[in-house]
């Protein structure tokens, strides 16, 4: 997978791909734009949606929950 693959993003609400590039060049006439607002807009459609990683729901759950608990095995001792 190239690098340009890796940041290719899909509009949940037209589908089109397009670039972090391509949408950051939409969001230039926002007042938002300054303060980093965290949303991406769609070039095409103007659907502004949150930016979201590609780690799963449940890798991410994994690791909200992991811990080293080797001080409470100890507890018992």
């Given at each position: 997978?190239?690098?340009?693959q890796e940041k290719m993003i ?48 449940m890798d991410r759950v994994k ?15």
């Amino acid at each position: 997978m190239t690098e340009d693959q890796e940041k290719m993003i899909i509009c949940p609400l037209c589908g089109y791909n397009f670039v972090k590039e391509e949408a950051q060049k939409s969001c230039e006439s926002c007042p938002l734009n300054k303060n980093n607002c965290g949303l991406i807009r769609c070039p095409n459609c103007g659907y502004e949606f949150p930016e979201v990683d590609n780690t799963s729901f449940m890798d991410r759950v994994k690791k909200f929950f992991s811990f080293d608990n080797k001080d409470s095995n100890e507890g018992g001792k």
